[in-house]
């Protein structure tokens, strides 16, 4: 009975410890598979991270990817509308390197080989006037913005920058290295491509090295057609006009506001920032250099530090730039044609009203060839009275547009009339005498007799008495004189002079 006991207490024995092995073992399975499952999907998650992040930014330094996974989340809490991606954030992080990342990674013509050279530079269009581009490059301007053209508000016709070709073609003469901008009013991504292919035919023929910008303003107005467009909607149009304007051969950038530009405001600047320069406006009390960097906080290539710029050769306020690149040499014009000298846009300045109508002078005007007295214009002929031209516009400021024989001339309107019946009063001899007489013609008779002089006085020694005149006799009074009370008369083929108290009406 014991010997029994003592067989089944050991049997029971060998099954505990195997039991407790077994046990042992599945903890250590257990263990080692848990550790591989983590290594496993930690390395995946890890490498995921990298691959999306090498997809959004291409070439991005790693350490940098590692810092926009930890600030994504902190990002989205401070503003949980945006929708921008982590690229984007980064930039509102760290704005001096996302701007040089940025600038590498943007479309870029390989026309002109850029420089990390700070430039500064003016934007312009016809609102400047006639601009003395000599005067400007003497200022120190290295570049040049320009607008080519633009589509109209309402009508959504695409018309030239009057000023465009002339700016162009100075600017260059004058060693200014230019770019251009559009200002656009697309509803749709194939009105954007449009606006570009014409941007790049019309400025084919100039040496264009700077970008070529997309800009389009004043889209809250109800009455621009772009009015109601979605932010997404207006972003489609300029990332259109942008790569088109790429395939035609330059550097695209987009022009927009700090206050546009940040949070996606009215532009996903975070889909357009990582394929475009990006060019902000943004002015601070104090302007460039005093104030050294944009407010900006995403990455720009040109920043519009003021609106209200002073420079030499322009007589209005200008737009000025500070770009964070420049040029090593001017880029060849894409086509090799030379364009036709271009004259500037007289009008450029003034609002004239169209209109169709004959005018003949007053009297006799002087016709220019600007619409100024200054000593910038030229007397090109003149309009008599009786003489006819054709009027097609008035200006706001009292000029008006004449075409005669074809050719175009300007005259101030005042000297001007619409009635061709029209015949100058006849002007008075200019006797040198200081007492003025109003012309008439009417016989008169002396009232008692009456002494007739060479000049109205009679204190004046040169007035001498030509002539004795008794009362009855009649002569003609050519003169009244109502200051002095004296009266022109003709007397046997002399003027002479009585004084008109003296005289009446000849019956």
Not at 57 to 86: I, L, N, Q, V, Y
Not at 436 to 465: C, G, H, W
Request: hydrophobic share 35%.
């Amino acid at each position: 009975m014991s010997e029994k006991r003592h067989k089944r207490r050991r049997k029971q024995g060998i099954n505990n410890r195997l039991v407790l092995g077994i046990g042992l073992l599945t903890l250590w399975i257990l263990a080692f598979s848990i550790a591989v499952f983590f290594l496993f999907f930690s390395g995946k998650d890890s490498t995921k991270g990298q691959t999306d992040e090498e997809v959004i930014s291409r070439e991005e330094d790693p350490a940098e990817e590692g810092r926009e996974e930890k600030k994504e989340p902190e990002e989205k809490k401070e503003d949980m509308e945006e929708k921008e991606d982590p690229q984007s954030e980064t930039n509102q992080i760290s704005e001096e390197t996302g701007a040089e990342s940025e600038i590498t990674k943007v479309l870029l013509s390989q026309n002109a080989q850029e420089t990390d050279e700070v430039t500064i530079g003016i934007d312009v269009s016809r609102f400047q006037g006639t601009i003395d581009w000599k005067a400007v490059a003497e200022a120190g301007i290295e570049f040049a913005m320009i607008r080519v053209g633009y589509r109209t508000q309402a009508g959504g016709e695409i018309r030239e920058d009057t000023n465009a070709r002339y700016n162009m073609q100075e600017a260059t003469a004058n060693g200014i290295q230019i770019g251009a901008y559009f200002f656009s009013t697309a509803l749709t991504k194939e009105e954007a491509e449009e606006e570009a292919r014409w941007t790049a035919g019309y400025i084919s023929q100039y040496a264009v090295t700077y970008p070529v910008a997309y800009n389009c303003e004043g889209f809250e107005n109800p009455e621009n057609r772009q009015y109601g467009l979605t932010v997404s909607q207006r972003t489609d149009c300029a990332e259109a006009f942008l790569k088109e304007i790429y395939n035609q051969g330059y550097t695209p950038m987009f022009y927009a506001s700090k206050s546009e530009l940040e949070h996606d405001a009215k532009w996903e600047t975070s889909r357009l920032e990582g394929q475009f320069k990006i060019w902000v406006s943004q002015y601070p009390a104090a302007p460039y250099p005093d104030t050294a960097v944009s407010g900006y906080g995403g990455a720009h290539a040109m920043w519009q530090y003021t609106n209200n710029g002073t420079i030499a050769g322009i007589s209005r306020p200008v737009d000025v730039n500070v770009a964070y690149f420049g040029y090593e040499a001017s880029a060849d014009a894409l086509n090799p044609d030379t364009p036709e000298t271009a004259g500037a846009d007289a009008e450029a300045l003034m609002n004239f009203q169209e209109v169709d109508e004959t005018v003949t002078a007053k009297e006799t005007v002087n016709l220019r060839d600007i619409p100024s007295q200054g000593e910038d214009s030229t007397v090109l002929r003149e309009l008599a009275n009786q003489e006819t031209a054709q009027r097609t516009g008035i200006s706001d400021s009292g000029w008006s547009r004449l075409i005669i024989d074809g050719e175009r001339y300007y005259a101030v309107s005042n000297y001007l009339t619409t009635d061709l019946s029209y015949r100058p009063p006849v002007k008075e001899p200019d006797d040198g005498l200081k007492t003025k007489f109003q012309s008439v013609s009417e016989y008169v008779t002396p009232k008692i007799e009456i002494n007739l002089r060479m000049l109205p006085s009679v204190t004046n020694p040169d007035a001498v008495v030509a002539a004795t005149v008794k009362a009855g006799e009649v002569f003609v009074r050519t003169g009244i004189n109502t200051d002095y009370g004296w009266s022109r008369v003709e007397y046997n083929g002399q003027t002479l002079y009585c004084v008109s108290s003296y005289l009446t009406m000849a019956e």
